[in-house]
């Protein structure tokens, strides 16, 4: 089994600055690629950044300029710095991994999202 959980959301003014953290556990040989999600109230989830294996990255062009993804192997923990937030960024978060899991399968997994919420 392997878990994703994050952690780092809160209440943020606009122009402010918040840093989400997802650590993925378990059964885990190795991650191929961890990004990150949001989903707004009466919108779909969407791609907001990704990572793969040699730190290739991706943006919504929303994001770019101000949010940086990165991502640390060892800990198997990626992390989105997000700046100048505002408030059209209030969203639930939500990690996502694809994963080589021990038994050598691939594996897909979300973790249960953290809330960030921008506003004045």
């Known amino acids: 089994q392997v878990q994703l959980v994050e952690s780092g959301g809160g209440l943020v003014q606009p122009g402010g600055s918040l840093r989400l953290s997802c650590a993925a556990s378990?059964?885990?040989?190795?991650?191929?690629?961890m990004g990150w999600y949001r989903q707004a109230p009466g919108k779909q989830r969407e791609l907001v950044a990704h990572?793969?294996?040699?730190?290739?990255?991706n943006y919504a062009d929303s994001v770019k300029g101000r949010f940086t993804i990165s991502r640390d192997n060892a800990k198997n923990t990626v992390y989105l710095q997000m700046n100048s937030l505002r408030p059209e960024d209030t969203a639930v978060y939500y990690c996502?991994?694809?994963?080589?899991?021990?038994?050598?399968?691939?594996?897909?997994?979300w973790g249960q999202g953290t809330q960030v919420t921008v506003s004045s």
């Open positions: 990572i793969i294996t040699g730190g290739r990255t």
């Open positions: 378990g059964s885990i040989f190795s991650i191929n690629a």
């Open positions: 996502n991994a694809d994963i080589l899991t021990t038994t050598l399968r691939k594996y897909n997994d």
